[in-house]
Nanobody, 118 residues
Framework: QVQFVESGGGLVQPGGSLRLACAAS????????ASWYRQTPGNQRELVAI???????NYADSVKGRFTISRDNAKNTMYLQMNSLKPDDTALYYC????????????RGQGTQVTVSS
């Protein structure tokens, strides 16, 4: 059974930083593409950042240059460093793992709230 422990969310002022962490168990972490999504009430879930098993990354245009995704396969943990936060970054952030080979199954964490407000 796949389980996640997400941490690092909270309330931060505009311009501030947060670091999200997501530790997974029950999976061989290095076999999965790791990503972070976010969602606000009434809006679709948005892909924020993605990391291949080898560490190649890609980002939504809205966070490029401000957010950094990283992973530690030995610790089964992924991270999202968020700098220069804006009120528009306020959302529930989810970690997600997708297997890179059949059956390409997908697992998602429960989410951690990030609120950017003065």
């Amino acid at each position: 059974q796949v389980q996640f422990v997400e941490s690092g969310g909270g309330l931060v002022q505009p311009g501030g930083s947060l670091r999200l962490a997501c530790a997974a168990s029950g999976v061989i972490f290095s076999a999965f593409t790791a990503s972070w999504y976010r969602q606000t009430p009434g809006n679709q879930r948005e892909l924020v950042a993605i990391s291949s098993p080898g560490g190649a990354t890609n980002y939504a245009d809205s966070v490029k240059g401000r957010f950094t995704i990283s992973r530690d396969n030995a610790k089964n943990t992924m991270y999202l460093q968020m700098n220069s936060l804006k009120p528009d970054d306020t959302a529930l952030y989810y970690c997600n793992l997708q297997r890179t080979s059949p059956p390409y199954d997908n697992f998602r964490g429960q989410g951690t709230q990030v609120t950017v407000s003065s």
